[in-house]
Every structure is written in structure tokens, then in C-alpha cells.
């Protein structure tokens, strides 16, 4: 005998009607919904598990508070991960006005160091990848490339042309072949 | 076709730690309690009125530094606050005239 089991979820658009009006139970849901892919992108952004926790706080706290603003021209998910974009950013900027040790060593391995970086699981060697270009780049690769999102969301989120986020996918692909090229990996 | 270089990114994402335990109910009382406000956070937002008053301070120091004479201890500047959309700021010295910047 065969089962039917029907999985019922709640959109989007319904959970953020209701957080807009103060449900706490909604908004946790759409915490949960989402925790996951934006820890991560954060995570891939900035590389600074120390301070994951708070970045994560500060993305729902500013997503929640501005919630009675979102007009839904585009997808909850492309407002968030937008939201989440600029708390990298401003965190960035922050840094900068006050830099902080770095957890790893020199982002850029010179000839000779190979060796060590051989004992670096790959995970380690992205994150090390990622950090080597520019912002820009960074952003556009993390969105497409490892948070799978498509490129006509990543222009709304990042308020330029598709033609901008190709040319930057471009470039930015090119420099971590070459990258991953000196480390000895063909891609 | 997949790309190699697409494919190995998404094979070896860097995968964040997990959060602290509890890290989901902290998000929320954050999100949930009151928004802190700025002593001066009028309707006009405060960087207007730290704009005004700064204003204010240069142009009655430069009256000051360009006629020491006409600047006793009698001047004063005074600002006037309200809430509208266009913050005043009125710099006053009572042997002349009153010297008025508007936003």
C-alpha cells in the first residue's frame, strides 16, 4: 500500500506578512528556513569564524527590523542575501578602521611553501582562494559559483547590470584558475 | 556541462562552524527587543544635526577669529532644535543681528 505524504510549507511571502506584524514564532521559522545558506555565505565571504555568530545576528536583526519595508518586488531570499552582502560589506569597511590580526597565514602563497599548503584540506584551500580577490569578485563567485544563485538575482542584490556580473564572473574565475593553477590544481 | 572550476568551489565550499548553542533565541530577543534611539535622533536623523551644529560652531568661532573686538563674553550661540524636516541653527550676538543657517 502506498502512502501519500504531503509535506505542507508555508511560503515565504505568508511567514513575512506575519513577522512584519510582530510574530516571533514566523520569524523564527524563516530564521530556520535560511540560517543555514546565509552562515554560509557569510562564512565564505569573510572567512572569520570568530565573529560568524555576531554577523549572523546582525543580518536577522537588520532583516527582521526592516521587514515592515520590504515592498516584495523581488524574492524574500534575494532581499535577505542583499541585506547579507551589506553586512559584509560594512563589516569590511569596519575592519579596515580597525584591522585585526589575521587567523592564516600571508592570504598569497609564495613559490616554495608548497608543501605546506599540501597538508591544507581543500576547503582550507578555498576559503585561502576566495580571499585573494577582490571584494567585487568575491562576492559575485560566492553567489554563483558556491551559493548557486543565478545571475539576474545576484544584479538585483548588487544593484548593477547582468552584463556587470558577467564580466566580473569572468575575471574573477580566471584568477582562481590561475591561483589554483600555482597550487598544482587544473581546473 | 558543469564547470570544473564551479564544481570543485561547490565540492570544497568552505562550510561554516555551527553556531553557538542558543545563538537562534539571542537573534531573536535581539531582533525582538526595543530599537535603542539616539539622544538627538529627531525625525531629521542625527547626522543632520551634528551637521548643524558643527556649522554653527565654525562660523561663529570664524566671526570670532575676524572680529575679536564685536565678540565679548556677552555673544552666545544658540540652536534652536525642532523637529521638522529643516533643522535651524541660529547664531546670535545681541549687539548686531541675528545670523541665521537653515537646512
Not at chain 1, 569573510?46 to 518586488?73: A, I, W, Y
Not at chain 2, 562552524?17 to 536623523?45: C, N, Q, S, T, V
Request: hydrophobic share 40%; net charge positive.
Amino acid at each position: 500500500m502506498r502512502v501519500g505524504v504531503s509535506v505542507t510549507q508555508i511560503a515565504d511571502e505568508e511567514l513575512v506578512s506575519k513577522a512584519s506584524k510582530g510574530d516571533s514564532e514566523a520569524f523564527r521559522q524563516l530564521y530556520r528556513r535560511y540560517s543555514s545558506r546565509v552562515r554560509g555565505l557569510l562564512y565564505q565571504m569573510m572567512n572569520e569564524p570568530d565573529h560568524l555568530d555576531d554577523l549572523t545576528q546582525e543580518v536577522f536583526v537588520k532583516v527582521f527590523r526592516s521587514l515592515p519595508k520590504f515592498r516584495g518586488d523581488s524574492a524574500f531570499s534575494t532581499w535577505l542575501f542583499r541585506i547579507a552582502v551589506n553586512c559584509c560589506q560594512d563589516a569590511r569597511r569596519k575592519r579596515k578602521r580597525h584591522p585585526q590580526s589575521v587567523q592564516i597565514d600571508g592570504l598569497m602563497v609564495a613559490s616554495g611553501q608548497e608543501d605546506a599548503l599540501r597538508k591544507l584540506d581543500r576547503e582550507e584551500l578555498v576559503a585561502r582562494a576566495l580571499q585573494t580577490l577582490k571584494e567585487e569578485h568575491r562576492i559575485v563567485i560566492v553567489l554563483h559559483d558556491l551559493q548557486d544563485r543565478p545571475q539576474e538575482e545576484i544584479a538585483k542584490m548588487l544593484s548593477v547590470p547582468v552584463g556587470t556580473i558577467k564580466s566580473r564572473l569572468f575575471y574573477a574565475r580566471r584568477q582562481l584558475r590561475e591561483w589554483f593553477y600555482a597550487q598544482g590544481i587544473q581546473l | 556541462m558543469t564547470d570544473p572550476l564551479k564544481d570543485f568551489l561547490q565540492r570544497n565550499a568552505p562550510k561554516p562552524p555551527a553556531g553557538d548553542d542558543g545563538l537562534e533565541d539571542r537573534i531573536l530577543a535581539a531582533a525582538l527587543a526595543p530599537k535603542p534611539r539616539h539622544l538627538f535622533a529627531l525625525e531629521g536623523g542625527r547626522n543632520q544635526w551634528l551637521a548643524a551644529a558643527s556649522i554653527a560652531l565654525v562660523l561663529f568661532g570664524g566671526l570670532s577669529f575676524l572680529h575679536p573686538q564685536q565678540f565679548g563674553s556677552t555673544t552666545k550661540v544658540e540652536l534652536a532644535l525642532d523637529s521638522s524636516d529643516n533643522p535651524q541653527v541660529f547664531a546670535v550676538d545681541p549687539q548686531t543681528d541675528l545670523y541665521e543657517v537653515r537646512f
